[in-house]
């Protein structure tokens, strides 16, 4: 268990948006987490890497441990480098170069050789499938590029920081099929080097790309197992129900 | 006569108010700009740019000194307002939703609609009083204390606008929340600041209230920034009130300079900060 959450619970002031959520996600696999618009799937991974509390009024109580140490108690900047996380919209920094987007995370803390940069660059760059495309316009700015290109800058501008844990919350969500498409694919490449959890509201995508699925239904988990029996053989009527898309 | 015709009707009509109000409003300020340009050209010649003011009953002589003057008291303003009302407005639009922030911008709007001569007693009773003399620096001060808090909205105004995106995709990669502002927002947001701290300097540039008693002016060339220093709108207000015709003349070549550079100033501030190819 490379990240653990243990009697998660939170919410932002009003009822609780999350009850008491217990997951633990295995190394260099990729975990989905499916259910309902609302049922908190998106505030459930901002706990995880402590983004849920830069909002007003964000509560979270729960234990939550990353290769055992307790994440509540490290300072959130340098838990934010393990645990990256590729948001719903492609948010490219508009004043930087696709170049800069990278190095982004590398040169804010601090590092300034150029030659380590280019090498963090481009292997970023071919890990996030995007290399060829734009080897030959580094230095043009990271807007420049169509919708789908700017969400797998965004995906190797996480990975430049070199994180163990990669969230992404519905990073497809924003594209067409076709983008969709390059973006499984590349997630099921990187698998090998780190661990991804996927929000999604796509139960196709779930099933394509995940090693395990969870499923979320008004902030409380119903089910959790490995992806091919959650969708061939849910134990609970709830999940059934919602992957044979009776509500939801 | 069916509704459609109706609306139509209506349309045109209302259509044409809209057409004549903007007429109206630009009547007046063409009429303005087109009187201030047709009687400051004929004083302005190489002379009225080069040389000092002459005495009275003396023809010719120009208005160099002011000319320097503007560009010293105005540029002096703007290193002492711009920093503050930036910084101050990173602060409101980042740090500033608490009673703290509330009472700060409160407090510029309300310095905002100040008449701004009240700046210029301030400085006056600052400097002008203690260091028993008029000075250019006073004057400074006082326009300085007329730009922070328009600098100030407009800073927080431009940041606010940054996307909140943006901001948690810097915090995401693991960096500290005053890099994130610093290096991530404010140049995100620079071309609206700085548009803004240039419209402000040359909004200052005009002001001749605050400077009657702070810079005072100055028939020759000053003696530096602790002493009286003449200054473009000072000039155009003493000659203007004297009973000399050429210096009415001059006073009209001057207002017609001052319109100048505030037009270049708001020209090139537009120019210099357009957002890259277009987009927005």
Redesign the interface.
């Known amino acids: 268990m490379i990240l653990e959450a243990q009697a998660l619970s939170a919410g932002y002031g009003g009822p609780p948006v999350l009850k008491s959520i217990n997951l633990q996600f295995r190394e260099r696999e990729i975990t989905a987490i499916i259910g309902p618009s609302g049922c908190g799937k998106s505030t459930f991974i901002r706990c995880l ?1 402590r ?1 849920h509390e ?1 909002t ?1 009024g964000a509560e979270l109580h729960a234990r939550i441990l990353l290769d055992g140490r307790d994440v509540m108690k490290m300072d959130p ?6 645990v ?2 590729v ?1 719903q ?1 492609p ?5 930087m170069s696709i170049f800069d987007n990278v190095a ?2 590398l040169k ?2 601090g590092l300034g050789d150029r030659r380590r940069l280019a090498e963090a660059v481009e292997k970023s760059l071919r890990s996030a499938a995007l290399w060829d495309e734009v080897k030959d316009k580094l230095r043009e ?1 990271g ?2 590029l169509s919708g789908g290109q700017q969400q797998r800058l ?1 995906i190797a ?2 990975l430049a ?1 070199e994180p163990r844990v990669l969230l992404l919350d519905e990073p497809c969500s924003a594209l067409d099929p076709i983008a969709t498409a390059r973006i499984e694919e590349l997630l099921l490449e990187i698998k090998k080097e780190l661990t991804l959890v996927i929000v999604t509201h796509n139960m196709q995508q779930a099933a394509r790309v995940s090693d395990r699925t969870a499923f979320l239904l008004m902030g409380e988990l119903i089910e959790y197992d490995e992806t091919q029996k959650i969708f061939t053989k849910p134990s609970d009527r709830r999940t059934e129900d919602y992957i044979t898309g009776r509500f939801g | 006569m069916n509704s459609y015709q109706r609306r139509r009707w209506t349309q045109a009509a209302m259509f044409a108010v809209c057409a004549l109000c903007a007429a109206a409003a630009l009547a007046g300020l063409f009429t303005i700009l087109g009187y201030i340009a047709w009687h400051g050209l004929s004083s302005i010649n190489w002379g009225f740019l080069t040389r000092l003011p002459k005495p009275v009953g003396e023809t010719g002589g120009g208005i160099a000194n002011a000319i320097v003057g503007s560009a010293k008291i105005v540029g002096l303003a703007a290193l002492m307002g711009a920093p503050i009302g930036v910084l101050g407005g990173l602060y409101l639009a980042e740090f500033g939703s608490n009673r703290t922030g509330f009472i700060i911008r409160y407090a510029a709007d309300v310095l905002n609609g100040m008449p701004s001569i009240v700046m210029g007693i301030f400085a006056y009773t600052l400097l002008v009083v203690p260091l028993k003399r008029f000075s250019a620096l006073s004057g400074s001060v006082a326009l300085a204390l007329i730009m922070i808090p328009v600098v100030l909205r407009n800073t927080e105004e431009f940041v606010r606008l940054v996307p909140h995106s943006i901001r948690e995709a810097a915090l995401a990669l693991g960096v500290p929340q005053w890099k994130v502002v610093l290096r991530v927002v404010l140049p995100t947001a620079a071309p609206g600041i700085l548009t803004g701290a240039l419209l402000a300097t040359s909004r200052i540039a005009g002001e001749t209230a605050p400077l009657i008693f702070t810079a005072f002016g100055n028939h020759f060339w000053d003696n530096g920034l602790l002493n009286p220093m003449a200054s473009l709108p000072h000039t155009i207000y003493t000659y203007a009130i004297s009973p000399y015709k050429d210096w009415h003349a001059q006073a009209w070549a001057a207002a017609l300079l001052l319109m100048l550079f505030v037009l270049a100033v708001n020209v090139s501030a537009r120019l210099l900060f357009r957002p890259a190819g277009g987009a927005r």
Not at chain 1, 77 to 82: F, H, W, Y
Not at chain 1, 91 to 95: K, L, Q
Request: proline share 13%; aromatic share 6%; charged share 15%.
């Open positions: 890497n983004m830069i007003p900047v340098l838990l934010r480098r393990q990256g996380m948001f919209r948010n490219p920094f508009p004043t982004s995370g804010l803390n700015p807007l420049s965004c501008r996480a920081v």
